[in-house]
């Protein structure tokens, strides 16, 4: 769109073609009218290495970039609202250059949105909108800092992925060369959906329809949701002995990166079948390799790898019992589309100062209050990080109650960040969500999972916020029993000493130990010896232990001991810890 407008160019050396009233010097000053675009960008020749100055014109709508392309009808939802300048295949530099002229950026995967393109930005850049799930390419920590929200569309290729699933479990169970292959029928076959979130879920309506009896594992699932479909929710090694075919639904996290490993793969039925359209990295490809080698598994269908595309002298792309496909899950044309209007919707409500549902990042929160709450912004979080693992079984996580306790009147402690960030410990670990103050009560919700606060009003001085937050979780298993409350439910306590988040209770046991690095609980009986047997086991395995605390009912009775550690100990060291005979049990914990 043109407009005529004054404006203003500040350079150090005049360019040839434009001449200027004033003798040059290292700084001119020009002004004048003229009709131009809302915005232009020219190189200069006398700079080395070359630069590129760009002009800004006064505009009253807002400016998008949109770097990569863009479904049609995104981009006319984007132009009824807002300038669209659609600049593809930009260098790193270009997209710096351009970047502090633009009220959001639209990209898909290609783009790297990094923390010089926000600094570049000086300020301007009010929202990063990814046109589908992952956000690998976006510094989200980068925009957090620089105010910027990202935003991401992730429900728009839910279809386009559960079928493609669905086209690779059928064509992997049947092969060419007629002679050499026989396939196999997939009606009465046992399919285990891992993750049954989305695309998950709909996976599974599709694999019923073909005559398939479905499970499924997933820590958040919904009961209720999984039973309308017609769906046995069950344990991660229920659904690995059970499967006749596996399809991975689960996003790439720190807990599921190669959660299918030698380990898995053994205790899977021989002559299981894998199908993978979710994320590479949830798959060792090396391990998959010797599975597929020893025919555990008698064939694999993957649309996602570690390293896209894959190398040419691959053994697993070359073996003739894998099916491939190029990542084309959400590659359909009504997917593209629906990505286009998704992103593009949320971006325009961004901007109009909306919240955001898929928002992946948090606003910019009041310095004063983000000041007074930072060291139980990482309680809270820990908190929930640690309770979450805690948990076994299939039944998921539905109810949490947090317990502030604090000398403040409800009116002057807002608990808001505190609660999201609860949400944000309890379900990031098996997600790949990002949890923040605009979103967390919509995951919540929409996991079915249910928080509940509660204030312990004390006597005292109001002037630190909080004298300790609890953690309950209700109506499930655990795996350390000895973090069950007489309550019943799971329930860990902690404090912030020193401006450092510490755990101080686990069930009826009191410790006293710094949330950092992965802790080690043990449940044992209270006698001489085991505090060096332990510390004997993990230092031959060269693991530094950080801190040690114990917690105990009555000398000689039961105790638990929190070691933390700055390594995580092997399977075998953690085998030997528990296999020292006044060790009742134990659990390791990341966080």
Not at 235 to 242: Q, V
Request: proline share 5%; net charge negative.
């Amino acid at each position: 769109m043109a407009v005529t407008t004054s404006f203003h160019l500040n350079f150090t050396n005049p360019l040839n073609n434009i001449t200027t009233t004033t003798t040059p010097l290292s700084s001119s000053f020009l002004s004048w009218k003229i009709s131009l675009p809302s915005s232009f960008t020219f190189s200069s020749p006398h700079r080395k290495p070359k630069s590129f100055i760009t002009v800004s014109l006064m505009n009253s709508k807002p400016t998008i970039l949109v770097a990569e392309k863009l479904g049609e009808a995104g981009i006319d939802l984007l132009k009824s609202f807002a300038n669209v300048d659609c600049s593809y295949n930009l260098s790193p530099e270009e997209l710096c250059t351009k970047i502090s002229l633009c009220d959001a950026l639209i990209v898909r995967s290609g783009t790297k949105v990094t923390r010089e393109v926000f600094e570049f930005s000086g300020g301007r850049l009010k929202v990063v909108g990814r046109a589908g799930v992952g956000i690998d390419n976006v510094d989200v920590s980068a925009a957090t800092e620089h105010g910027c929200l990202v935003i991401n569309a992730p429900t728009a290729n839910t279809i386009a992925a559960a079928e493609h699933g669905i086209a690779l479990l059928t064509a992997m169970s049947r092969k060419w060369q007629r002679n050499k292959y026989v396939g196999v029928s997939l009606v009465g076959k046992t399919l285990a959906v891992m993750g049954f979130g989305k695309v998950g879920s709909e996976v599974a309506r599709r694999a019923k329809g073909l005559g398939m009896h479905v499970i499924a594992h997933d820590p958040y699932a919904s009961a209720d949701r999984a039973q309308a479909i017609g769906v046995e929710l069950v344990t991660f090694d229920e659904a690995l002995s059970s499967a006749d075919f596996i399809s991975m639904h689960m996003p790439l996290t720190p807990a599921t990166s190669q959660m299918f490993n030698d380990d898995t793969f053994s205790k899977m039925k021989k002559g299981v079948r894998i199908v993978n359209v979710a994320r590479g990295g949830v798959i060792d490809e090396e391990a998959l390799l010797r599975a597929l080698d020893s025919g555990i598994v008698a064939q694999a269908a993957l649309d996602v790898f570690i390293e896209e595309p894959p190398p040419n002298d691959s053994k697993l792309v070359q073996h003739e019992s894998l099916t491939l496909t190029p990542h084309l899950g959400a590659s359909t044309t009504e997917a593209q589309e629906g990505v286009a209007v998704e992103i593009a919707e949320a971006v325009v409500g961004a901007l109009k100062g909306e919240l955001a549902a898929t928002a992946v990042n948090a606003p910019m929160v009041p310095a004063e209050v983000l000041s007074a709450l930072a060291p139980y912004v990482a309680l809270t979080e820990k908190l929930g990080r640690l309770a979450v693992q805690l948990v076994a079984g299939s039944s998921g996580v539905k109810s949490v109650k947090v317990t502030y306790a604090s000398a403040r009147a409800p009116d002057d402690l807002d608990t808001r960040l505190l609660r999201a960030t609860v949400t944000k410990g309890l379900i990031e670990p098996i997600s790949s969500v990002f949890v923040n103050l605009v979103n967390a009560d919509f995951i919540a919700k929409q996991r079915g999972l249910k928080i509940t606060e509660e204030l312990i009003l004390l006597d005292g001085s109001p002037e630190n916020p909080l004298e300790f937050i609890q953690v309950h979780i209700a109506n499930v298993e655990s795996k350390f029993a000895s973090a069950i409350a007489d309550s019943g439910d799971i329930k860990i306590d902690g404090r912030v000493k020193d401006g450092k988040p510490y755990l101080t209770k686990v069930g009826s046991f009191p410790v006293d130990v710094s949330l950092e690095g992965s802790l080690i609980l043990c449940r044992q009986v209270d006698q001489p010896g085991i505090i060096g047997k332990v510390g004997r086991i993990l230092a031959e395995e060269n693991v530094n232990v950080s801190f040690m605390s114990v917690g105990r009912t009555a000398p000689g009775k039961q105790a638990v001991m929190t070691i933390g550690v700055d390594e995580e100990p092997s399977g075998v060291a953690l085998k030997k810890i528990g296999g020292i005979p006044a060790i009742e049990e134990f659990v390791l914990l990341k966080l």
